[in-house]
């Protein structure tokens, strides 16, 4: 019994193999591919320095609190009670400033690349509506859906080869 069924899984699934490769079928990463193109690390470069004051905060409130940690823990038995009590709370406020500064930082980075994606939704559903004519393609999968894809079913360096050569 297990061996009929062991069989009529391998013949299901090359029928689903010959049949996919009929109708061809290709992967495509959408965002990979968007992110991969030239105008991406054009926008990335502009993300960087719209955030490098930002950024270079965060690591100065980091080193900050690191060496006032460190500081605490090698001199804070000796110290006085209310200037222990002050460095702990100073510490404390800049935790609190590192953590909304961070939470900032990473929110703004996310908004302004789901715009540069919104943004260019519309070349995308070009550019991916001229590979299906070229190609012939009938259906377009997912590849983060995907367990396994031969390499010439993915999409998606001919996806970003397009945007490249698009302006």
């Known amino acids: 019994?297990?061996?009929?069924?062991s069989a009529m899984l391998v013949g299901m699934g090359l029928s689903l193999a010959s049949v996919a490769h009929a109708i061809d079928?290709?992967?495509?990463?959408?965002?990979?591919?968007?992110?991969?193109s030239e105008r991406a690390k054009t926008f990335m470069k502009g993300l960087d320095k719209e955030?490098?004051?930002s950024e270079g905060r965060l690591e100065r409130l980091a080193r900050d609190i690191q060496s006032g940690q460190q500081q605490l823990q090698k001199d804070g038995s000796v110290m006085k009670d209310t200037d222990r009590r002050k460095m702990e709370q100073s510490l404390q406020d800049k935790v609190s400033e590192y953590r909304f500064l961070q939470q900032k930082v990473q929110s703004g980075r996310a908004d302004r690349q789901q715009e540069f994606l919104d943004n260019n939704r519309a070349l995308l559903d070009k550019l991916?509506?001229?590979m299906i004519d070229q190609k012939?393609?009938?259906?377009i999968l997912n590849k983060q859906g995907t367990v396994y894809v031969a390499p010439d079913a993915d999409m998606t360096k001919t996806l970003v080869d397009l945007l490249n050569k698009s302006k």
């Open 1 to 5: 019994m297990k061996t009929w069924a």
């Open 25 to 36: 079928v290709v992967v495509l990463d959408v965002p990979q591919a968007l992110f991969s």
């Open 51 to 53: 955030f490098s004051d």
């Open 128 to 130: 991916i509506r001229q």
């Open 136 to 139: 012939n393609i009938k259906v």
